[in-house]
C-alpha cells in the first residue's frame, strides 16, 4: 500500500465505522435499558394498583395467590369469541430466552409472611425486616396492610412494546448503514483534498528534476501542506533567481576577463610583430590590465572561501574608534582633493570588538571607496561607532548620489550593475558582495538604507561584542 491517498482513506473510514458502531451499541443498549425500566415501572404500579384495589375489595390478602393464578391461567388461553380484545396470549420472542413470570412481583402481609410468591420465593416464607425494607409498602389510608417486592427479573414485553423495540433495531441499523456510507463518501473527499497538494508538490519536484526551476504550485489552505506549499515555491523562486544569476554571474566575469586580455594580447601581439614601439607607456598600460586581472581573481577567490566557510580570520581585540581612524587616514587624500569633509563619530567608552582587522578594513575600505566615487565636491561622509544592546554598529554615512528604491534590494549582489556610471572600470563589481561576506563570516550583518536618489545613503555593519 504506497498511495497516502489509500492510506488516508481506509483510516478515516476505519474510524468512522469504529465510531458509527460504537455509538449504534450503545444507542441500542440504552434504549432497551430504559424500556425495561420503563416496563418495569409500570409493571410496579399496575401490580400495587391491583393488590390495593384487592385488599379494598377483599377486607384481607385470602385467596390473592389463588387470583393471581387463575389470571395467570386466563393470560396464556388463547382468545375465544367474544373475549375481551386484552386478553391474548403473551408475545414470544423467537430465538430469545421466556421470561421467568409473568409478573414478577411478590406479596408480603404486614406480619412479614408471604402470600403471593413466584419462584425463587415460596408462599409462606417469612421475610426479614432488611427484606421488606427494600420493598415498597401497600397503604390503605394511614395504615401499612402489606408490602410488595420485586423478584428481579423483568416482565414480559407486549407484542406492541416488542414491535417498538424492533423498528428501533432497524432505525438504527439503517443510520448506521447511511451514516457508513456518507462518511466513506466524505474519507474520499477529505483524502483527495489532503492529497492533492502533495502530488502537485511531486509533479514540481520533478519538473525541477528535468531543469524546469522557477515553478510555482498553488497554495490552497493555510496549514501545515499550505506552509509547505509556500515553502517550495520560495525556494523554486530562489533557486531560479540563483541560477539566474550565476549565469549572469559567469557571463560577467567572462567579460571582465575578456576586457583586459584583449588590451594585453592587441599590445603583445603588435609589439611582437613590430607595429608598436616599446614604452615605458605601453608597459604600464599592460602592467594596469595584470593588476585588474589579479584583483578580480582574488576577489573571487575571496568569495568562493567565504561560500565554502574556509575563510580564515585572524582576530584581534580592538577598540572601535581606533578602525574608524585607520579606515579615514587611508582616504584623507582623496577627500580633500574632492573638498570632501571626512569626520569620525564614535560614543564615549565603547567597548573592543574581537575581528579581523585586515579584513574589516577592507571592509569599511570599500564603503568609504564607493561613498567618495558618488559624494559630490563639497559633501560630507562620517564613519560613527555607536553601542546597541550586545552590538557594536560601524556606519558610512554619505550625502552623495543615493540609492534609488529598486535598486537597493539588488546592491549586495555580485556583478550587480543597475547603473554603469557607479561602476569604476577598474572594478570588479564584487566589492560590495565580499564585503557583505565578510561581515557575515565575523558573524554579522551589513545592511544598506537611502531615502533615495540625491539623499545620500548609509551603509551599517552590525558586530557583536562577543
Do not use: C
Amino acid at each position: 500500500m504506497r498511495s497516502l491517498s489509500t492510506k488516508l482513506l481506509l483510516a478515516f473510514l476505519g474510524l468512522s465505522l469504529m465510531g458509527v458502531g460504537l455509538a449504534s451499541v450503545l444507542a441500542r443498549w440504552t434504549t432497551v435499558q430504559e424500556f425495561d425500566r420503563l416496563v418495569l415501572e409500570q409493571a410496579h404500579n399496575n401490580f400495587l394498583n391491583e393488590v390495593t384495589v384487592y385488599y379494598q375489595t377483599h377486607g384481607s390478602w385470602v385467596g390473592v395467590s389463588e387470583y393471581f393464578h387463575q389470571k395467570s391461567q386466563s393470560l396464556q388461553m388463547p382468545p375465544r369469541p367474544g373475549d375481551p380484545g386484552n386478553l391474548r396470549p403473551p408475545p414470544q420472542n423467537v430465538g430469545a430466552a421466556p421470561r421467568q413470570a409473568p409478573v414478577p412481583f411478590i406479596l408480603i402481609d404486614q406480619n412479614g409472611y408471604v402470600v403471593h410468591a413466584v419462584p425463587p420465593y415460596r408462599p409462606g416464607e417469612y421475610m426479614s425486616a432488611n427484606k421488606l425494607a427494600q420493598g415498597t409498602p401497600i397503604k390503605i389510608g394511614s395504615q401499612v396492610v402489606g408490602t410488595m417486592l420485586a423478584t428481579g427479573s423483568a416482565p414480559p414485553l407486549s407484542e406492541q412494546e416488542q414491535q417498538y423495540l424492533d423498528r428501533t433495531n432497524q432505525a438504527l441499523l439503517v443510520s448506521a448503514l447511511a451514516t457508513a456510507t456518507i462518511a466513506l463518501l466524505l474519507s474520499i473527499v477529505v483524502a483527495r483534498t489532503l492529497t492533492k497538494p502533495m502530488r502537485e508538490l511531486t509533479r514540481a519536484i520533478r519538473a525541477m528534476a528535468q531543469g524546469k526551476l522557477g515553478v510555482a504550485v498553488a497554495v490552497r489552505s493555510r496549514d501545515e501542506i499550505g506552509e509547505l506549499t509556500s515553502a517550495f515555491n520560495q525556494m523554486s523562486a530562489d533557486l531560479a533567481r540563483a541560477n539566474q544569476l550565476r549565469r549572469q554571474m559567469t557571463a560577467d566575469i567572462a567579460h571582465d576577463l575578456r576586457t583586459p586580455l584583449s588590451v594585453i594580447g592587441g599590445y603583445v601581439e603588435s609589439l611582437s610583430d613590430g607595429v608598436l614601439e616599446p614604452n615605458p607607456a605601453r608597459f604600464d598600460v599592460m602592467r594596469q590590465q595584470v593588476e585588474h586581472l589579479q584583483h578580480l581573481v582574488e576577489d573571487l577567490r575571496t568569495l568562493s572561501l567565504a561560500d565554502a566557510g574556509e575563510l580564515k580570520l585572524n582576530r584581534q581585540r580592538i577598540a572601535p574608534q581606533t578602525l574608524l581612524e585607520q579606515t579615514a587616514s587611508m582616504f584623507e587624500h582623496q577627500a580633500a582633493q574632492k573638498q570632501i569633509m571626512l569626520r569620525v563619530e564614535a560614543e564615549p567608552g565603547l567597548p573592543e570588538i574581537a575581528v579581523d582587522e585586515m579584513r574589516m578594513t577592507q571592509v569599511l575600505g570599500n564603503l568609504v571607496g564607493n561613498a567618495l566615487r558618488y559624494t559630490p565636491n563639497g559633501g560630507h561622509i562620517t564613519l560613527a561607532a555607536k553601542r546597541h544592546a550586545q552590538k557594536i554598529i560601524l556606519s558610512v554615512v554619505d550625502n552623495g548620489a543615493g540609492i534609488a528604491p529598486d535598486v537597493l534590494p539588488h546592491i549586495f549582489e555580485r556583478f550587480y550593475r543597475a547603473d554603469t556610471s557607479r561602476q569604476g572600470e577598474s572594478e570588479s563589481g564584487l566589492g560590495l558582495a565580499i564585503a557583505k561576506s565578510l561581515v557575515e563570516a565575523h558573524g554579522g550583518a551589513l545592511t544598506a538604507t537611502s531615502e533615495g536618489v540625491g539623499r545620500g545613503s548609509t551603509f551599517s555593519l552590525d558586530l557583536g561584542l562577543a
